[in-house]
């Protein structure tokens, strides 16, 4: 079964971190991008970073510097690791697989929230 399956998130103070996991099932995990995306409420879904199955990687403004990508292949997983988290970090945050090829791949989320 293809999936994707987040974990880590949930309720932290302003200023600190969370890790958050991708785990990929089901498909060839090396040869697929990894993306992390995160949606608030009332806001458009937004992409937060990128990891390139070479390990190229890119970030959105807001969390450059503070925000980490990065991906295991032999374990077939995908991370972000978030440091110096703000209020406005809180969101439901996805993991996504895509490739040039095939359709997209999207995990459940999973919930960040920041509040004092």
């Known amino acids: 079964q293809v999936q994707l399956v987040e974990s880590g998130g949930g309720s932290v103070q302003p200023g600190g971190s969370l890790r958050l996991s991708c785990a990929a099932s089901?498909?060839?995990?090396?040869?697929?991008?990894m993306n992390w995306y995160r949606q608030s409420p009332g806001k458009e879904r937004e992409l937060v970073a990128r990891?390139?199955?070479?390990?190229?990687?890119d970030y959105g403004i807001s969390v450059r510097g503070r925000f980490t990508i990065s991906r295991d292949d032999a374990k077939n997983m995908a991370y972000l690791q978030m440091n110096s988290l703000k209020t406005e970090d809180s969101a439901v945050y996805y993991c996504?697989?895509?490739?040039?090829?095939?359709?997209?791949?999207w995990g459940q989320g999973t919930q960040v929230t920041v509040s004092p």
């Open positions: 089901g498909f060839n995990f090396p040869r697929w991008n």
């Open positions: 990891i390139t199955t070479v390990d190229t990687t």
């Open positions: 996504k697989a895509d490739n040039p090829w095939l359709r997209d791949i």
